[in-house]
């Protein structure tokens, strides 16, 4: 009796079992954070007390010697010199991350390419195609207002700029990013490509989707002879998803590798200096995906919670690697497993990763402000509605600029007349932003997917 019972407690759940295998990627993917925040504030901490060392035997060496302004200049010399010596540190860890993400960018242009000319195809005609995009337009146009508005009734509720406490910028620094000023002929040159090899060696999404619109629904017009072409098409499409799934097997190593990265060169100190700005900014984040998000999914009879169950990998995946094109190939896997249809997401998607980047769109509003707050300007309520109006246009053309959000809040800090250089204040935690920016990204486009395939049926 005992031995029997000895036997079934060995026994293994069969339910448990397929718990742990189906969320072995998320657990991999919290594991490898957790030790990328351990060794990266190890690192940190081993450069930080060697650093501290030397400004401390400085300062004891020329106290008596060099007056107060050049002990300044070599204690400011000093800081550049750790900062150096912690990119360089960090550098074997964000090649781990490079390889993961160039990896997932090599898989993102053939995989639109293929799943939205399928997709395209199986919708048949323009007319169809132009109302499920008309529908997919207004959904983008409306929560993009929606986040915008968010952003800036946090900012100015919460005052984050007028709460923390950091030292300023030098006046005329160089902040490292380029205002790129948007005109009708960029947007409509960065939309229609000239050509979509080109596009699809950049990674440009948009004009693969204008190119992929035509191809599609040309294929379609032909008849017989155009289900040879979608047939062979729709067999790249799975090839890629099979490619996916290969390399997410590399994914805890990619997060690893990016989370590491950051905390040598950051370290763990810079949450206390900017822990109300991250409060406000998260706080903000949680209350569009888990307010109005899981609104509109009510609305439209959608369970938000199983929608979320199922794109929590992606989710998770986007935060830990700060990138939403991360989890653009795992999210269209995730999202027709949840029962949406193929024509619609390989439609929707696509377009949400150029106009529908909820997270960046609400952060262009709150960072602007928080650094005129930082400057103490007040930015009067006209202005605030003026910048928004700007923002729903500006944001939609600068699909495709790496650094897009930080480029677009440059460009509104030089139209407001708000220094430029205040930007550099953000540059510390604008990462740890960006992971919270990106999963709500991942979270707005597929709650978007779901709406336009209930609204289309």
Request: one cysteine or more; glycine letters at 6%; proline letters at 4%.
């Amino acid at each position: 009796m005992a031995e029997k019972q000895t036997q079934a407690s060995l026994k293994v759940n069969p339910d448990k079992l397929f718990m742990l295998k189906k969320n072995a990627l998320i657990i991999s993917i919290l594991i490898a954070m957790l030790l990328g925040v351990l060794v990266g504030t190890l690192i940190n901490k081993k450069y930080t007390s060697a650093f501290t060392e030397i400004k401390e035997e400085t300062v004891s060496n020329y106290n008596s010697i060099l007056p107060e302004n050049e002990q300044h200049y070599l204690i400011k010399q000093i800081d550049r010199d750790e900062k150096q010596q912690k990119k360089e540190a960090s550098s074997p860890f964000s090649l781990l991350s490079d390889i993961f993400l160039r990896l997932i960018k090599m898989i993102i242009a053939p995989l639109v390419f293929s799943v939205l000319i399928v997709g395209v195809a199986k919708i048949g005609d323009f007319k169809t195609v132009g109302r499920m995009g008309i529908k997919t337009l207004v959904y983008f146009t409306c929560a993009t207002l929606i986040a915008l508005t968010i952003g800036l009734v946090i900012v100015n509720v919460f005052e984050p700029g007028k709460k923390i406490h950091i030292d300023m910028p030098e006046a005329g620094v160089d902040n490292g990013v380029k205002i790129q000023p948007q005109t009708a002929k960029n947007f409509i040159s960065h939309i229609i490509p000239e050509s979509v090899v080109d596009s699809m060696a950049h990674n440009e999404i948009l004009p693969i989707v204008v190119f992929a619109i035509f191809f599609g629904v040309a294929a379609a017009s032909l008849g017989n002879k155009g289900k040879i072409i979608i047939e062979f098409i729709d067999a790249v499409s799975h090839a890629m998803f099979k490619v996916t799934n290969y390399v997410m097997k590399a994914a805890p190593i990619g997060v690893f590798g990016a989370v590491t990265a950051v905390v040598i060169q950051q370290g763990p100190g810079v949450l206390k200096s900017y822990a109300y700005l991250i409060i406000c900014f998260y706080g903000g984040l949680l209350f569009f995906v888990f307010f109005v998000l899981m609104g509109i999914c009510t609305l439209f009879k959608i369970n938000f919670f199983k929608l979320f169950s199922f794109i929590k990998e992606p989710v998770l995946l986007a935060f830990s690697t700060a990138s939403s094109e991360a989890a653009m190939p795992k999210t269209i896997e995730r999202l027709e497993d949840f029962g949406l249809r193929n024509r619609t997401v390989s439609f929707v998607l696509p377009l949400g990763y150029s106009f529908n980047l909820d997270g960046s769109i609400m952060y262009m509003t709150f960072a602007t402000l928080f650094i005129a707050q930082m400057y103490g300007m007040d930015i009067t309520f006209a202005d605030q509605i003026k910048m928004m109006l700007i923002l729903l246009v500006t944001s939609k053309g600068m699909a495709g600029v790496p650094r897009a959000s930080l480029v677009v809040i440059a460009g509104m800090l030089s139209m407001f007349h708000i220094p430029t250089e205040g930007l550099l204040l953000l540059l510390a935690v604008d990462q740890l932003l960006d992971m919270g920016r990106s999963a709500t990204n991942v979270v707005g486009n597929a709650v978007a997917s779901a709406v336009v395939d209930k609204w289309e049926k």
